[in-house]
Each structure stands twice: as structure tokens, then as C-alpha cells.
Nanobody
Framework: VQLQASGGGLVQPGESLRLSCLASGLSIKIWTMAWFRQAPGKEREFVATSTYRRKNTYYADSVKGRFTISRDNAKDAVYLQIDGAEPEDTAVYYC?????????????????WGQGTEVTVSS
């Protein structure tokens, strides 16, 4: 199983960015897919998740209204649209796949991880 994250880069505050995660070796239609991030010197934190059974999405309070997670099951792809980027969004962003559909917020809820894509928000 591989999760390949891409789309990171340098953006100015207020700008938008779209991250992509392509999965191989699994069919995401039966997996909960999520994005986490890790800023320098901090622990990895939950950002957003898309559950496969109930087809719900959940977000960290810090990104609600600015980030949107979406999935394309036919392409085995998950996306994270970042709008209104803030300097506090600077981090390495990781996509993850989990078999659970009832627990989503902790890193231990996920079985597979991508390698990460770096996002820097700075003027």
C-alpha cells in the first residue's frame, strides 16, 4: 500500500492551495481517509477526515470553514482544499487511511500513511 501526497508549496497568507493524495494497493471506497499535519517542533495533529460508510466529513476547529476534504473513489484519490491560508497552517501534511469508520481523530486510528507534502504560508 502506498499513499502519495503532493501539491504542497509556498503560498502567501490568504491564498489557496490544493493537496492531493493518490492511493495504490487499496481501494479507498472502503477506507476512512484523512489529513494530518505536523508543524516544526510539534506533534502530528488531525486536520480533516472523510468516512467511507457514513460518508461524513469532520474537521479540526482550527481549519473549519477554510479547508475542505473530498474524495474521488474512482481515482482512489483524496484532496484537501486550503483556502484563506494562514501562517499557522505551515506544516508537513500527511494523508492517512484507516479501516475504522467510528473513530477518526487520533493517529492510532489509521493504518497507512503517506510521506507528507510541505506547506509553507508566508509573506
Amino acid at each position: 500500500v502506498q499513499l502519495q501526497a503532493s501539491g504542497g508549496g509556498l503560498v502567501q497568507p490568504g491564498e489557496s492551495l490544493r493537496l492531493s493524495c493518490l492511493a495504490s494497493g487499496l481501494s479507498i471506497k472502503i477506507w476512512t481517509m484523512a489529513w494530518f499535519r505536523q508543524a516544526p517542533g510539534k506533534e502530528r495533529e488531525f486536520v480533516a477526515t472523510s468516512t467511507y460508510r457514513r460518508k461524513n466529513t469532520y474537521y479540526a476547529d482550527s481549519v473549519k470553514g477554510r479547508f475542505t476534504i473530498s474524495r474521488d473513489n474512482a481515482k482512489d484519490a483524496v484532496y484537501l482544499q486550503i483556502d484563506g491560508a494562514e501562517p499557522e497552517d505551515t506544516a508537513v501534511y500527511y494523508c492517512a487511511a484507516g479501516a475504522r469508520d467510528t473513530s477518526y481523530y487520533d493517529t492510532h486510528d489509521y493504518d497507512y500513511w503517506g510521506q507528507g507534502t510541505e506547506v509553507t504560508v508566508s509573506s
